[in-house]
């Protein structure tokens, strides 16, 4: 079993829809828990960064962590076809060293 | 947010030759560097983890010989594939981190093609 599963996709929504990307993990030393967006042959961008349980917004985005199912979202409000990247989530333990753990990445298609 | 560097973007090589690939923190000292590997419609593979001055740190099946890392100065790290073969051919990203900080920057990415 994969320490982090992320459904690989490819999703496909209307513009304007709003968009669930998910995680589910199984090591409950994460504590750190990251949404980078990747458009296709270039490196990762990071978009929403948050610790432990609960909410955190930034204009059309929203992550959401619940550490007792340790499960993970990312909604993209208000989708545009600029969206259309790869979703990739990360996850890490406490401490300097401690490395990431990416899920597979969430291929997302908004279209017009 | 701070910017990370690759070069070259990408690349063709014959089997058997080495290729370096470069990877520069711009505006930001990166005392921690970052090599992943991804392959098609897979996600990133921590392939080892530099600190300036030091030795590299690899993953497990990692090759270390295989895969050189210099981290010499606080801005440049680079990665050298030495005597490639075609299952090396994959998308290689680095990845920067300052002291004291928590978040990784990204590059852009180097594609590999090994014929």
């Known amino acids: 079993q994969k320490e982090v599963e992320q459904d690989p996709g490819p999703l496909s929504v209307p513009e304007g829809a709003i968009v669930s990307l998910n995680c589910t993990y199984s090591?409950?030393?994460?504590?750190?828990f990251m949404w980078y967006r990747q458009y296709s042959r270039k490196g990762p961008e990071l978009l929403m960064y948050?610790?432990?349980?609960g909410n955190k917004e930034d204009g059309r985005f929203t992550a959401q962590v619940d550490k007792s199912s340790k499960y993970i979202s990312l909604f993209i409000r208000d989708s545009q076809p600029s969206d259309s990247a790869t979703y990739l989530c990360?996850?890490?333990?406490?401490?300097?060293?401690?490395?990431?753990?990416f899920g597979t990445g969430t291929q997302l298609k908004v279209e017009l | 947010g701070a910017v990370v560097s690759q070069h070259p973007s990408w690349v063709i090589c014959k089997s058997g030759t080495s290729v370096k690939i470069e990877c520069r923190s711009l505006?930001?000292?990166?005392?921690?560097m970052f090599w992943y590997r991804q392959f098609p419609k897979q996600s990133l593979m921590l392939m080892a983890t530099?600190?300036?001055?030091?030795?590299?740190?690899?993953e497990q099946g990692v090759e270390k010989d295989k895969f050189l890392i210099n981290h010499a100065s606080l801005t440049l790290s680079t990665l050298t594939v030495t005597s490639a073969h075609p299952e090396d051919s994959s998308f290689y990203i680095c990845?920067?981190?300052?002291?004291?900080?928590?978040?990784?920057?990204f590059g852009p990415g180097t594609r590999l093609t090994v014929l």
């Open positions: 990360a996850m890490k333990g406490t401490g300097g060293g401690n490395k990431l753990t």
């Open positions: 090591n409950s030393a994460f504590q750190y």
């Open positions: 948050t610790y432990s349980s």
């Open positions: 505006d930001f000292q990166a005392t921690t």
């Open positions: 530099s600190n300036e001055g030091s030795k590299a740190t690899y």
């Open positions: 990845s920067g981190r300052g002291l004291g900080t928590d978040t990784q920057y």
